[in-house]
């Protein structure tokens, strides 16, 4: 049995760059990246239209993704990630918040925010603390949280 071919591609955001990979027929990960250097042209079809839509969103934050996404993630991560994208553009939710929704706790909502494998696509960057920020993409500090902040910003949440 033949594998998917793997492939990758890094693009320019604009807050740095994003390694997008793909297997042959889904969307596997994206990565944000604060250095803007190491690009790649997207070489597979997929990719070049997930880099389309990802510029379709810098330009206009309520681009709606429709690409192929890998989903890879437990029953209860899964839950926590399509309630995310439930999260209006422009809006946040507390980790406590969503929490109390799912019948859940805040660190495991935080778990699996930190699990997601998709940011951007599936808005975890939407998710905050109670008091603050919160993390993203398991990074509690530091130019990550400048992404974070980009995003929503981006996206017309005015407090970030």
Known sequence: ??????????????FG?????????????????????????????????????????????RHQFSLPLCRQGTLYQNVVWQALCAIPL????????????????????????????????IPCHRIVAAHGIGGYCGVTGGAVLDIKRWLLRHEGYEHA
């Open 1 to 14: 049995m033949n594998e998917p071919q793997h492939s990758k591609a890094v693009i320019l955001a604009p």
């Open 17 to 61: 760059t994003l390694l997008l990979e793909a297997n042959g027929s889904h969307l596997l990960n994206v990565t944000l990246r604060v250095e803007a250097a190491g690009l790649s042209a997207p070489a597979t079809p997929l990719l070049l239209e997930a880099a389309r839509q990802f510029n379709a969103y810098f330009d206009d934050p």
């Open 90 to 121: 422009g809006s946040v939710k507390s980790y406590h918040l969503l929490a109390g929704e799912l019948h859940s706790g805040a660190r495991a909502v935080a778990g699996a925010c930190r699990a997601n494998r998709l940011p951007i696509i």
